[in-house]
C-alpha cells in the first residue's frame, strides 16, 4: 500500500509539512511538490494526501485547476487533505473556495496546518508578511504558528482506511 502526498507551496512550509508527515504514516509514501507541467499516475498510490497554503486568500490556482481535473480519480481513493494558512479563523473559507466541493464532501481529514511567517522571502513577500505582522499586532492577534500536530489526525486517517482495504494474496497453486 502506497500513500501520495501531493502539495504546492509557495515558500518551502508545505515542503517541511509533507515530510513530517511522511515519518507519521505507517505505510510506504511518496512525495510530490505539484509542478503544473507533472503528469502524475495517481494509479500508482492507494491513498493520497493533497495540500497546499494560501497566499493572498488563494491556492496555487495551477493546482486548483489539476484538482478540479482529476477529480474523479481522486474520490476513488481514500484521500485527505491539508492547507497551510495564517488566518486559522478562515480556514473553513480557504477550503470552499480552494478545493473543488466534491473533492472535499469525501475527504478522510481535513486539517489546518498553520502557517509560518519565518522564511527567506523576497523583497515583496516579505513585505506583505511585515504588513500582516504588523496589523495581527495592532489588533493584538497572535502571529500565525505552525500546527504541524494537525498531521497525525491525517496519518491516522490514511493509516485506518489503507488497513481495511483487502490485501491482494497469492494462493498457492494445487
Known sequence: MKVGIIYATHF????????QLRKKLESPSEIISFDYKGR?????FDALVLGGSIRMGLLDQDFIGWLHGHKDEIIEK???LFLACGFSENFDDYVKNCFP???????????????????????????????????LNKEGKEAPRPLLENLETIATAIDGALQSIP????????
Not at 502524475?40 to 500508482?44: A, I, K, P, T
Open 40 to 44: 502524475y499516475d495517481l494509479s500508482e
Open 78 to 80: 481514500p484521500y485527505a
Open 12 to 19: 518551502g512550509y508545505c515542503s517541511d509539512a509533507a515530510k
Open 101 to 135: 466541493k466534491e473533492i472535499v464532501e469525501h475527504a478522510l481529514a481535513i486539517e489546518c496546518i498553520g502557517g509560518n511567517l519565518e522564511g527567506n522571502y523576497k523583497f515583496y513577500d516579505k513585505w506583505l508578511v511585515k504588513m500582516m505582522a504588523n496589523k
Open 167 to 174: 490485501q491482494d494474496s497469492e494462493e498457492p497453486e494445487d
